[in-house]
Nanobody
């Protein structure tokens, strides 16, 4: 059973930066998985923020394009999310997961997760 552990969240002022990490363990498919970061703000549904293919193809939600960068280190079974120029509306709990068959519907990426969710990491951006 794959376990996902997110870390790196915190409190930051608007315009600041954070780097999130997600370490996967308990499986041997990480290098073959498309990995995604999601976020869930209070009162909102969990949404896809970004995902990265087995290679280096990256896709971003329109709301974070140009500010966030997703990357992966297959040797460490870890995926990262570099977040720059943070805004108060980026405040949320951030989660990672492997995904399959991502599709864009109505301008929003839908990507069903493959594994159980981790605990997430809280990001709070103050104005």
């Amino acid at each position: 059973q794959v376990q996902l552990v997110e870390s790196g969240g915190g409190l930051v002022q608007a315009g600041g930066s954070l780097t999130l990490s997600c370490a996967a363990s308990g499986g041997n498919t990480f290098s073959g998985d498309v990995m995604a970061w999601y976020r869930e703000a209070p009162g909102n549904q969990r949404e896809v923020v970004a995902f990265i293919s087995v290679g280096t193809t990256t896709i971003y939600a329109d709301s974070v394009k140009g500010r966030f960068t997703i990357s992966r280190n297959n040797a460490k079974n870890t995926v990262y999310l570099q977040m720059d120029s943070l805004k108060p509306e980026d405040t949320a709990v951030y989660y990672c997961n492997a995904i399959k068959d991502p599709r864009k519907v109505g301008g929003v990426w839908n990507a069903p997760p493959l594994y159980n969710w981790g605990q997430g990491t809280q990001v709070t951006v103050s104005s």
